[in-house]
């Protein structure tokens, strides 16, 4: 099976942009979650997402936000774009309901100049 | 509230011999522990996991060991090899939420041969 497959792997991208990441989750599964990485901070969750609906939220501003398709594909958004949004973006998929037992993919690295 | 701690920070050992990793957490409702290891340039990759009803689990060179009362659990790698070089992570579930792993912050395992 392949694993989870995230798109850009890396992107340079400038303060007050937006971007728009890509995850397609291991054949099979339906929860994906992503976590923003950062030396400082760490590994944080974002949200998930099961069945297209949003199921669970992390702490960060509404400028974050994503969806997921039909195809249990996706994407996440970041609205005008600040320096410390610069980290590894990384998706993970699950096939358990509680979307626990999670499969990280490569990340994207998203640098904010 | 949701609270992580993993020590040590940074573990050497030599070649052959033994290391554990211990992750503290503080939510009592947290029902599921998995261990990540992330090398460099790559997404956290699940190696063991296990579950509240279970207090010991081992994968060949590799076993976790759970206690629920102390609120701690812990990672152990018997014969180390340079390979098992990399960042170590626990990361319990969120209790009660979906799809949310909070994660420690993680522990340098440097195996000199």
């Known amino acids: 099976k392949a694993g989870v497959t995230q798109t850009p792997r890396y992107l340079i991208k400038t303060r007050g942009q937006q971007v728009t990441l890509s995850c397609s989750p291991i054949s099979g599964h339906r929860s994906v979650s992503w976590y923003q990485q950062t030396p400082g901070q760490g590994l944080q969750f974002l949200f998930e997402y099961f069945s297209e609906t949003q199921r669970n939220k992390g702490n960060f501003p509404g400028r974050f936000s994503g969806r997921q398709f039909s195809n249990s594909r996706s994407e996440m958004n970041v609205s005008t774009l600040e320096l410390g949004d610069s980290a590894l973006y990384l998706c993970?998929?699950?096939?358990?309901?509680?979307?626990?037992?999670?499969?990280f993919g490569p990340g994207t690295r998203l640098t904010v100049t | 509230g949701e609270n992580v701690e993993q020590h040590p920070s940074t573990l050497s050992v030599q070649e052959g011999d033994s290391a554990v990793i211990k992750c503290t957490y503080s939510d009592s409702a947290s029902n599921y522990f998995p261990w990540y290891k992330q090398e460099l340039g790559k997404g956290p990759q699940l190696i063991i996991d296990?579950?509240?009803?279970?207090g010991e689990k081992k994968d060949q060179r590799i076993a976790v060991t759970l206690n629920k009362t102390a609120k701690h659990f812990s990672l152990h790698i018997t014969e180390t090899q340079p390979e098992d070089s990399a960042v170590y992570f626990c990361a319990p579930d969120g209790s009660g939420n979906t799809g949310k792993l909070i994660f420690g912050q993680g522990t340098t395992l440097q195996v000199k041969p």
């Open positions: 296990i579950r509240s009803n279970v």
């Open positions: 993970a998929s699950s096939f358990r309901d509680r979307g626990l037992e999670q499969y």
